[in-house]
């Protein structure tokens, strides 16, 4: 983003430390404690809603994320960002709604999973802010697309072709590609 504002002022591209985010040490023990209770050695997070509903997951598609993990990679934990509290649907086993209510816990969170999985949210520049794994998933904005792509070597950006994310039924399986791809888990 700071190489398309540069280069329309006529300026020398500029680059830009990556993101720091604080996390005060006593959330980051919260939630070092809460993900040491699963006995999983690897963290998932999920991210489902976000500001719009056409970027958000359906829950369809979040079944069969949660599915396609769960049956690839049993010893995987999947945390699940809902602050809204609107899921609906019963959660397997391995699989909980983060019990958090604050934003520096899921940045404790994001900073100790293995991978993350959120569509065109504040999740991936969270996500960026670490380089964790991720895979997001964009609705076909061009200028969107290239501002606020994840941009780093680690992050993997899928991009759909349809007004809407929960119209894209091949969402699971595009992920499951990248994740395997990358051999993130």
Known sequence: MV?????FFGLRAITLPPYDLHVPVEVDNEVK???????SARNVIINIFTGSPERC?????LCRIIAMIRQRYADVRIILLDHRRQLTLPLPPGVAAHPFSTLQH?????RRA????SPDTAIVHIAAA????????????VDNNDL??????????II???RSIREVEAVPELIMEQIQLRGWL
Request: a neutral charge; hydrophobic letters at 50%; aromatic letters at 12%.
């Open 114 to 117: 293995d991978l993350i999985i």
């Open 106 to 110: 899921v940045m404790a969170l994001i």
């Open 57 to 61: 997951f359906s829950e369809a598609q």
């Open 160 to 162: 759909v072709q349809r």
């Open 33 to 39: 404690n809460y993900l040491a209770t699963s006995g």
């Open 3 to 7: 190489a398309v504002l540069a280069d």
């Open 130 to 141: 670490w380089q964790k794994p991720l895979v997001s998933v964009y609705k076909n904005v």
């Open 148 to 157: 606020w792509a994840p941009g780093y070597p680690q992050a993997s950006q």
